[in-house]
T-cell receptor, first 115, second 112 residues
Framework: NAGVMQNPRHLVRRRGQEARLRCSPV?????VYWYRQLPEEGLKFMVY????????ESGMPKERFSAEFPKEGPSILRIQQVVRGDSAAYFC?????????????FGSGTRLTVV | DAKTTQPPSMDCAEGRAANLPCNHS???????VYWYRQIHSQGPQYIIH???NNETNEMASLIITEDRKSSTLILPHATLRDTAVYYC?????????????FGTGTRLKVLA
């Protein structure tokens, strides 16, 4: 019964490159959430997706960031033309469909370092 | 914005009970209170959640006041491994969708 799997665990990118972060939710979970955590800060909500749909992207920066959760395969958080300020830990969480009492299961995160 | 407020830090002696308070005065009648913790820089770990009644599991107990405006997470016998940031969360609902907004949490330090 695997939990939320995120890869890679660590990612180093040079300024201007693209970063792709992957998240495979718990089997049977159709809701995915992405959070960003800057050093010494709390987790900031970025985006909430269901299969093939973006439900809430109110926390996503308007430029360079995008997210998807295709019908098949993992959810992807893509950051284009990375800058130093994008260096952070990115956490993905999943939850099952329906049921307001369900909590989230979080992955171990991807630590992005932009050099 | 987060719908909860917590003290920024607390210390607890090893083996003693750790009581972590949380205020959520604007909570709706059907909203659950969730507690998570983050050890070091790992992913947040679910601890417990509740609606109205007190809850207990193998990790902790959750005491919710009758008016539901505050709650307390109790770690009955804190160990050094319980040193972490503890987040009390009430789900935020906007435009028919919901999400967890994390506040700053309480940094619990368990002392030997």
């Amino acid at each position: 019964n695997a939990g939320v799997m995120q890869n890679p665990r660590h990612l180093v990118r040079r300024r201007g490159q693209e970063a792709r972060l992957r998240c495979s939710p718990v089997k049977g979970h159709s809701h995915v959430y992405w959070y960003r955590q800057l050093p010494e800060e709390g987790l900031k909500f970025m985006v909430y997706l269901q299969k093939e749909n973006i439900i809430d992207e109110s926390g996503m920066p308007k430029e360079r960031f995008s997210a998807e959760f295709p019908k098949e395969g993992p959810s992807i958080l893509r950051i284009q033309q990375v800058v130093r300020g994008d260096s952070a830990a990115y956490f993905c969480a999943s939850s099952p469909p329906g049921g307001k009492s369900y909590g989230y299961t979080f992955g171990s995160g991807t630590r992005l370092t932009v050099v | 914005d987060a719908k909860t407020t917590q003290p920024p830090s607390m210390d607890c002696a090893e083996g003693r009970a750790a009581n972590l308070p949380c205020n959520h005065s604007t909570i709706s009648g059907n909203e659950y209170v969730y507690w998570y913790r983050q050890i070091h820089s790992q992913g947040p770990q679910y601890i417990i959640h509740g609606l109205k009644n007190n809850e207990t599991n193998e990790m902790a107990s959750l005491i919710i006041t009758e008016d539901r405006k505050s709650s307390t997470l109790i770690l009955p016998h804190a160990t050094l491994r319980d040193t972490a940031v503890y987040y009390c969360i009430v789900r935020v609902t906007t435009s028919g969708t919901y999400k967890y907004i994390f506040g700053t949490g309480t940094r619990l330090k368990v002392l030997a």
